[in-house]
């Protein structure tokens, strides 16, 4: 069976140093879940320009679904200038781009109504225009899909009354371990994970500690599993992130068990690390070595 992964948020080019390459969270996770095999689709805006129109030719090309990416007019499609600082990627993220005004229009709607699992993050949410799409979305998919949030934060563009909306309206939450001490004191919550577990819909907290593992934490335990080890030196941790959603996903949606869903995307993410860029090349030898 196939399984439709429907991601809400920015669609962009990161500009490195040298070349440009296409990102934005929720777009690599569409990426992602679709060379996983399951139908990945965006609900996202760019620029009637040809940055816009590049990205949507590169997401068709493998086989994304575009049909609900919409066309801005007025606003150009998204850039982001990063760098790296001792291997750690730095983003500059251009404000008042197409993404910041995304509309929760009926297509958006549509593909929101036939899937099995929405994911999103915080940063789309900066701008009221998108922050009142990805909420008219979600109220859509509640019942419909396991709805994912991942608590990107990427200052200035962090609200406490936003994250705590978006918890609350999730199912499934994924944080690293800085994030989680971040929200906690934003929040007010000290014990965090608990609060979500026990005061809100949230039924799983995921919280990531990079090379030393993952874990997720229900109202029944604490499951956790140990980092892959790989060699990155011809890759960086671009996306990465991005990829673990997907791969998680991608295993929850077919009800797998924590463990194996957390070992799975664990495996998923370290093959992505030791590639260049958001959005690389995983063929199917690599998918068939980490599905062993």
Request: contains cysteine.
């Amino acid at each position: 069976m196939t399984y439709k992964t429907v991601a809400i948020g920015e669609v962009l080019w990161d500009l490195f140093p040298d070349e440009r390459r296409p990102g934005g969270a929720p777009s690599n996770v569409a990426y992602h879940a679709t060379l996983l095999g399951d139908r990945g689709a965006i609900v996202t805006r760019v620029g009637a320009d040809v940055d816009g129109e590049d990205l949507i030719t590169f997401l068709e090309k493998r086989s994304v679904d575009v049909s609900g990416v919409q066309r801005d007019k007025e606003h150009p499609t998204g850039t982001v200038q990063v760098s790296f600082v001792e291997g750690e990627p730095h983003y500059v993220i251009v404000e008042n781009v197409a993404w910041d005004f995304i509309e929760p229009t009926e297509a958006a709607m549509a593909l929101v109504r036939e899937a099995d699992a929405i994911c999103y993050g915080t940063l789309v949410q900066r701008s009221p225009a998108s922050r009142h799409a990805v909420h008219e979305l979600l109220l859509e998919a509640r019942g419909r899909a396991l709805v994912v949030l991942d608590v990107n934060l990427r200052p200035p563009f962090v609200d406490a009354r936003v994250l705590e909306a978006s918890l609350k309206r999730s199912d499934m939450v994924k944080m690293s371990a800085a994030e989680v001490e971040t929200v906690s004191d934003l929040l007010g919550k000290p014990d965090l994970i608990a609060w979500l577990l026990e005061e809100t819909e949230v039924a799983q907290v995921c919280t990531t500690y990079g090379k030393d593992g993952a874990a997720i934490t229900t109202k029944d335990g604490r499951v956790a599993v140990p980092g892959v080890a790989v060699d990155t030196s011809d890759g960086d941790f671009v996306g990465v992130g991005d990829s673990f959603i997907a791969a998680m996903t991608h295993k929850l949606v077919r009800e797998s068990d924590p463990e194996e869903a957390l070992r799975f995307a664990n495996r998923y993410a370290a093959l992505v690390a030791t590639r260049r860029g958001a959005m690389p090349k995983i063929s199917d030898v690599d998918l068939a070595r980490i599905s062993d």
